[in-house]
């Protein structure tokens, strides 16, 4: 039998998504295939990226990285979820936890038992019954216990970090595990003559490059993916219509290190507040059918905690995704596979699971389309499912004060969408799929936060009467308070566990 197996890759762009992967791939290769990233530094990188969401963790916990270390060295902060403010309209707010709604006390969900005891009377939110929410609203942060009989468990946890300083330590990283970085643009692209397979990159310095496996990570022109190998593309912008953004770092000021993600809806669009150690990350994610460029810019001018620290940086991009990730001999990660407005920090989630299930589906120079094919539904199902919980923040609105939000409030949703949003409004029951990434709790914070009330609650709640259902939420709600009062501040955490260092000091 010959032998098959890939003997080099080579990965085009950096950035978060060229040096995750390059990470991953030196990690999983152990020296046993060369791999090669070429990047120009004239080219920069999109940087949206600086919030996540949970599975981050087990990321880099797969590379053997300290959590302290890596928090320290990306001047990051802890999230334990994502506040949205006007969304349902105009001076409401909620909160999108990480982690469940309490401990289970019955067979019937507590959500459920709560939505019975609100229909007759009960008076406390939901959010009331979260250990993230709690913690998070008096600006405190410890990590969860592995105790699943303490309602410390119950909570999970996710990051903010500069992402130019999460390249650069898992640049270090890759590169100390031999991946082999080259400077430089790619100017020229040769195709195999009859497979059409990418055979060899040049490069505008004359280098060239080969290799059996392809990784764009290129970022939103999708260099060889799309510009080579023309994949095409799903425009889901009908049902997600922000089309720009504009970026920009603040100093720290106003509630300064608070442990979750803010969002702010304003009338084209919505703004992003990322708290680091070293600056407030912030952004205007909007629909340039509604607000030209510069008032965009004006409108997250008006909205910055402290001084801007240098010129907004504009972006364009059209949500949705590639028809095949991965193509012939390419696999495109990153932008370069599809863009999710960062409304609830799935960009950096996107690329590690792309990772994942490339090494879960890693190939041999055959290429085995059985192989391509499975990676390519997998993908299309995550970014769909993805696509839906992003189109119910636009669509289960009460709005009326600005022409985006009556478009997306009577916009006609996907099916799958639309099955999920008339079973929960119907009898308030949740119908998760299979692999999907927001699970119960989360659909259930965005559903109740943006006021999708059921028009009847689980018949079995008001079947249980032997359950004192309000005594033990109302337990519950003290238990939880106490516990996030014992806390530390979110601050003093880090600087007692892992403060960032200052600029120029030795790592």
Request: charged share 25%; net charge negative.
């Amino acid at each position: 039998m010959s032998d098959r197996r890939i003997r080099r890759i080579v990965i085009v762009g950096g950035g978060t998504a060229g040096w995750m992967t390059a990470a991953a791939l030196a990690n999983a290769m152990r020296g046993n295939c060369r791999i090669d990233l070429v990047e120009s530094d004239e080219i920069g990188t999109v940087g949206v990226g600086e919030a996540t969401i949970p599975p981050i963790k087990y990321f880099n916990q797969s590379l053997g990285i300290d959590e302290n270390a890596f928090v320290a060295a990306t001047g990051g902060s802890f999230k334990l979820g994502i506040e949205f403010v006007d969304w349902t309209r105009v001076g409401q707010r909620y909160f999108h936890p990480f982690g469940s709604f309490g401990a289970e006390f019955d067979s019937v969900p507590l959500y459920q038992h709560w939505l019975h005891a609100r229909s007759l009377g009960e008076e406390s939110s939901l959010t009331d019954h979260s250990m993230a929410w709690t913690a998070a609203r008096r600006g405190r942060f410890e990590r969860p216990v592995a105790d699943r009989r303490r309602v410390q468990s119950t909570f999970d946890y996710a990051y903010h970090f500069d992402a130019g300083l999460y390249a650069r330590f898992l640049r270090e990283y890759a590169e100390t595990r031999a991946v082999r970085r080259t400077e430089g643009k790619v100017v020229d692209v040769d195709l195999h003559p009859e497979s059409g397979f990418i055979e060899r990159l040049t490069l505008d310095t004359g280098a060239t490059l080969d290799g059996d496996l392809f990784i764009d990570c290129s970022g939103f022109r999708g260099l060889l993916i799309e510009q080579t190998l023309h994949a095409g593309y799903d425009n889901w912008q009908h049902w997600l219509p922000c089309d720009r953004a504009v970026a920009v770092g603040c100093e720290i000021g106003g509630e300064g290190l608070i442990p979750y993600t803010r969002a702010t809806a304003h009338a084209a669009g919505w703004q992003w507040r990322i708290p680091l150690q070293h600056r407030i990350g912030n952004g205007h994610v909007y629909c340039s059918q509604y607000i030209s460029d510069d008032e965009a810019t004006a409108t997250l001018l008006a909205h910055l905690d402290g001084e801007a620290l240098g010129e907004p940086r504009p972006l364009r991009f059209v949500t949705g995704r590639r028809r095949a990730s991965w193509y012939r001999n390419c696999v495109a990660i990153g932008l370069s596979a599809g863009f999710m407005e960062p409304l609830e920090s799935t960009s950096i989630h996107l690329i590690q699971t792309a990772i994942s299930r490339l090494l879960a589906l890693f190939p041999d120079r055959d290429f085995d389309p059985l192989v391509v094919a499975e990676y390519n539904r997998i993908s299309a199902l995550e970014y769909e499912r993805i696509r839906d919980f992003l189109i119910l923040h636009y669509h289960a609105v009460q709005r009326s004060d600005a022409p985006l939000w009556r478009q997306t409030a009577r916009m006609a949703i996907p099916d799958s969408l639309q099955r999920k949003l008339d079973h929960f409004r119907g009898h308030g029951r949740l119908l998760i799929e299979e692999r999907e990434l927001f699970q119960n709790p989360n659909w259930l914070a965005v559903l109740i936060g943006q006021e999708q009330w059921p028009a009847r609650t689980d018949p079995l709640a008001a079947m249980r009467r032997e359950i004192d259902a309000p005594g033990k939420l109302a337990g519950l709600r003290r238990v939880i308070a106490e516990a996030a009062e014992a806390m530390p501040g979110h601050a003093d955490y880090i600087r007692r566990h892992c403060p960032a260092q200052p600029a120029g000091s030795p790592a």
